[in-house]
């Protein structure tokens, strides 16, 4: 198995570790299912980890662990040094936006704000100088006396940030929050969350389902799947060296081949074509998984040659503005998608021409087949 | 920041914008709306412009100089309009534990719950007050109880007396409370309510400062029905009352059935009307800033 | 009295029988309107549509193959609005005491047709009757729980009715000035026959004595009766039959019939009502002697044809008001004098009964 130290799951110790937010073996069981089964993570302070998985992963219901709505069967949840595993929700120092938002429809937006400083019990001149400023730092000065309903998308967003931030929570925990916005606005407020989390020193945990997302946003992204956490690891590290087939094709687009090591450096497919493998390959016999990300094969010039040469035909081309895709049949029979930027060689490929590829075999990322 | 400009850029287009779209689909509504409108036309505002007109029959205003002056018609006004609103008071602090049980409970206790309510409905009003009049009275059940456990020792006076009216009529009334609520407690997120615990409100303020102010839309419409309703009973009390609880209702039945003198009881009746239309609008005036939101 | 006037009418009834023949002829040669498939009684509803059903509805069906449907209850204020719209839905409908001079005097009734409605052996001064057809007698007598009072200690009187000292406990009357306003100046002491016109500041007065004693007003005639078997009460004032039909299922209570007060019930066919032959005939139905019988005998009501008598229980006569023992005690209603006063009078009740 290809890994390296820092693409393994790291296990979270109880003590110390530098968490600020530490989960230590959580389980939660419903009935027969297992939700979690055992959680150990550490979110360092400062530091945005996001818990990406599809859905029934389990990852909502860590979340509701850690906000406390939930609690689990086995396992504790720190925050810095403070158990809070059967501490109410209202009494754990924590910011949270939801997935709808969750802002009080009756009361302004301004009043949502104070909300959680007015359970906070504190002076009414001060609550309203830390809404004005919250107001100011999310762009909504002057939109303080508007219900929620008079408020855009992307402003209602804002709101709910505001709200959950403008206490000093100890840690800010955001649940698919962008999940309502289109496209355009979707990468604009998540840019914004990410600065303003940055620029405050927030501690947070993200849930999110949308591989992209954890990657524009997160220091470490956390791979959920069936109630464990899969693979842990900066965006780079989990989208160059997934550990598994599941992780890779969860993660980026790729294309992924199952083959068997077959020796002399090289890999067969189930079509008969054969791969050159990367130097550290696992020994004959071993059934793996081949992943090719998109933008690594490149067309070859005529006559150059590369660790693994296939020539092809376009089935179809598909734009997407700075970079081109190409679904391509090899002439072994195997389908790959490639991408390259639009200028260049590429540009002038139609459908149906005929191309050669090429690519190393150190451009090959070895995982587990199960 | 340019994501503000680009979000509230997106606003103006649904509301201002394509105006035809917002036309067309009034013009939809009022159609399918239809029916129900010529409905009550002809079964509400008709006969109450005909009753309208019969007060001022003859061009007199005698019958509203008799209504608005007589200390009889007044005063017994005033008393059902107290009653109406002990009534409202005591259906809203029954009705709303029962529609938040019928919210909450798990299957099948909402169900059970829902027939438990509607089972008044499905027997005549006299038949339910009779049933009152056996449970209320000096030998009734309850008293007859409390009189054999020693907790009392002379019967409590519940029956014959405005104690049993309110009995009575809350009991009858209680369903037009707990539904309209039960409506509006359904349709409550209850994500918000987690969102006011994490936000750190405690139990008592996550009730009184969000789930209350989301079903107020649901107690104003309960109140309104119950106050309305209340207002033009008289069978109920009569009987639970011992003759000793006159309602308006009573005078202008009286006024319609044994003197025929219509023009009096019709003006007794727009009395009666505009009193509670402007009831009405002092409530929502009252809580108009807390439903700006609906 | 009764005794004398009820041979007066015997042998005018034999004239009018005669004549009733002789006119005959006249009555086939109209002919007959179509059947409808039913016509449409208004009663007073519960018992007394019970009875109705037992004694006349049932008969008129099984003779002339016309369904009968009851509707109720009575209401002289939907008997108006029905004629004043020309939309009317019954073709008879009951109607009580002082309520019936007022229709009449509305304008509310077709004339009856005694062509077809036989009243020959009726009280003589009920044979001309023009609109409104006597149904029978009732009366608002005083009643008691039989277990409150001793025997040889009963209250015999309304002045006795007053006396909460010698016969204590809660009472119950109707929540009406009529009845109660005459039991009022019979209290104090006035004669059956000077009782009108009412000496209102007298008989409200009077009234005031007994207003704290009076535990329920009752509103409906079931109601009344019910109050002193649920013992809300244990002396009271209820329609006679009211009594009876509890009496007759074994409750413990007395009818006190000195100085109860009579009225007539009547039936009446709405102006212009479509079936209103039909309606004639089904009060001539009603005017029958075996019809009143079978009617009195369930509901203690009597009727006012002079043969009914031979069609009474024996047990019943002493529960009927028109009994030779009991018709002497009691005086009739003044029901043109509360034609005249009700309106006004019950306003001036109802502000007393708000009077605290």
């Known amino acids: 198995m290809n890994e390296t130290p820092s693409g393994s799951p790291i296990r979270a110790t109880p003590t110390g570790g530098g968490g600020d937010l530490t989960i230590v073996g959580v389980v939660r069981r419903f009935g027969p299912v297992t939700a979690l089964a055992g959680i150990d993570l550490a979110v360092r302070k400062g530091e945005m980890l996001t818990i990406l998985g599809p859905s029934g992963s389990g990852k909502t219901t860590l979340l509701k662990v850690v906000a406390g709505f939930e609690t689990p069967d086995e396992g504790d949840v720190l925050l810095g040094a403070r158990t809070v595993t059967f501490a109410a929700p209202a009494k754990r120092d924590i910011g949270m936006v939801f997935q709808n938002y969750a802002l009080f429809p009756h009361m302004t937006v301004a009043q949502n704000i104070a909300f959680p400083l007015e359970m906070r019990k504190v002076a009414k001149a001060d609550a309203a100088k830390r809404v004005e400023d919250v107001l100011r730092l999310v762009d909504l000065a002057g939109l303080g006396g508007r219900l929620p309903r008079q408020l855009s998308g992307g402003q209602q967003q804002r709101a709910a940030l505001a709200r959950a931030i403008v206490f000093g929570p100890r840690l800010l925990l955001l649940d698919e929050p962008f999940g309502a916005l289109d496209r355009k606005l979707r990468e604009q407020m998540q840019l914004e969350v990410r600065r303003l989390q940055q620029h405050l020193g927030l501690t947070a945990l993200f849930v999110t389902h949308d591989q992209e997302e954890a990657l524009i946003l997160s220091d470490r992204i956390a791979v959920m799947d069936q109630g464990r956490i899969i693979q842990l690891g900066t965006p780079q590290e989990i989208y160059r060296r997934p550990v598994n087939r599941f992780v890779a094709g969860f993660i980026g687009e790729s294309n992924l081949f199952r083959a068997r090591v077959a020796g002399q450096g090289y890999a067969a497919l189930d079509g008969g074509a054969r791969f050159r493998l990367p130097a550290d390959a696992p020994p004959e016999g071993t059934e793996i998984g081949l992943l090719l990300r998109p933008e690594r094969p490149k067309p070859l010039a005529n006559g150059a040659a590369a660790d693994n040469s296939f020539a092809g035909s376009i089935l179809d081309v598909v734009y997407l503005g700075e970079t081109v895709k190409y679904r391509i049949r090899l002439d072994p029979g195997i389908e790959i998608v490639v991408r390259w930027p639009f200028h260049g060689s590429a540009g002038s490929l139609r459908k149906d021409d005929r191309v050669t590829l090429g690519w190393s075999g150190e451009d090959l990322h070895l995982v587990e087949w199960s | 920041m340019t994501a503000a400009a680009v979000t509230a850029a997106r606003v103006p287009p649904d509301t201002a914008g394509r105006w035809w779209r917002g036309h067309r689909a009034d013009t939809l509504l009022a159609l399918v709306a239809a029916p129900a409108m010529v409905f009550l036309f002809a079964l509400y505002l008709l006969p109450v412009g005909l009753l309208l007109q019969q007060s001022v029959e003859g061009g007199s205003l005698a019958p509203y100089e008799k209504a608005l002056t007589d200390g009889l018609y007044v005063g017994v006004l005033f008393d059902t309009m107290l009653i109406a609103a002990y009534v409202s008071v005591a259906c809203l602090l029954l009705g709303y534990p029962v529609a938040y049980f019928l919210t909450a409970a798990p299957a099948p206790w909402p169900t059970i719950g829902i027939v438990f309510i509607l089972l008044p409905f499905w027997t005549s009003i006299l038949v339910r007050t009779y049933g009152w009049m056996i449970l209320l009275g000096r030998n009734g059940i309850i008293n007859r109880l409390l009189l054999e456990t020693g907790l009392i020792s002379t019967p409590f006076p519940m029956l014959n007396n405005t104690t049993g009216v309110l009995i009575g009529m809350t009991h009858v009334l209680l369903p037009y409370m707990v539904f309209p609520i039960y409506a509006v407690m359904r349709r409550v997120d209850l994500g918000l309510l987690s969102a006011a615990e994490g936000l750190g409100a405690p139990g008592w303020q996550i009730f009184r400062r969000v789930y209350f102010p989301l079903t107020l839309p649901g107690v104003l419409a309960g109140v309104t029905l119950v106050y309305i309703l209340s207002i033009g009973f008289f069978i109920t009390p009569a009987l639970l009352g011992g003759g000793k609880v006159i309602m308006i209702a009573v005078l202008i039945e009286m006024q319609v059935r044994q003197f025929l003198n219509w023009s009096f009881a019709a003006a007794l009746s727009a009395v009666l009307l505009t009193a509670t239309l402007l009831v009405y609008l002092v409530l929502r005036r009252l809580f108009r800033s807390d439903l700006q939101w609906s | ?356």
């Open chain 3, 1 to 356: 009295m009764l005794k004398l006037r009820w041979m007066t009418a015997s042998v005018c009834a034999v004239l009018a029988v005669s004549t009733a023949l002789f006119a005959a002829p006249d009555a086939f040669a109209q002919a007959e309107p179509p059947k409808p498939a039913q016509i449409v009684v208004n009663d007073s509803g519960g018992a007394m549509q019970n009875a109705m059903r037992s004694a006349f509805y049932n008969e008129f069906e099984k003779r002339y193959g016309i369904k009968v449907v009851n509707t109720s209850p009575v209401d002289l204020g939907k008997l108006q609005a029905m004629v004043k719209s020309n939309n009317i839905e019954w073709a008879v409908t009951e109607i009580g005491g002082q309520d019936a001079i007022l229709a009449e005097r509305s304008n509310l009734f077709e004339p009856l047709d005694l062509k077809i409605i036989d009243l020959s052996r009726y009280p003589k001064h009920l044979q001309d009757r023009k609109f409104v057809f006597p149904k029978g007698v009732y009366s608002t007598v005083m009643g008691y729980r039989s277990d409150a009072f001793k025997e040889g200690n009963r209250p015999k009187s309304w002045a006795d009715f007053w006396d909460t000292k010698k016969f204590p406990g809660p009472r119950t009357m109707q929540n009406a000035p009529v009845d109660n306003l005459e039991f009022a100046l019979l209290a104090d002491g006035v004669a059956a026959d000077k009782l009108y016109p009412i000496d209102l500041d007298r008989a409200f007065k009077k009234l005031d004595q007994i207003k704290k004693d009076v535990a329920v007003w009752w509103t409906t005639g079931a109601q009344s009766a019910q109050v002193l078997i649920d013992k809300e009460a244990v002396l009271g004032t209820a329609w006679n039959g009211r009594y009876y039909v509890l009496i007759d299922q074994g409750a413990p209570i007395t009818i006190e019939w000195n100085q109860g007060a009579m009225k007539e019930s009547s039936f009446g066919i709405p102006k212009g009502a479509k079936d209103a032959y039909w309606g004639q005939k089904f009060l001539a139905l009603v005017s029958e002697a075996k019809a009143q019988g079978i009617y009195a005998n369930i509901i203690g009501y009597p009727g006012l044809n002079l043969d009914a008598t031979k069609f009474t229980d024996a047990k019943l006569i002493p529960f009927l008001p028109t009994s030779l023992e009991n018709f002497p005690k009691q005086w009739w209603t003044d029901l043109a004098w509360w034609a005249d006063n009700g309106p006004a009078v019950t306003e001036q009740w109802s502000r007393w009964m708000l009077q605290k």
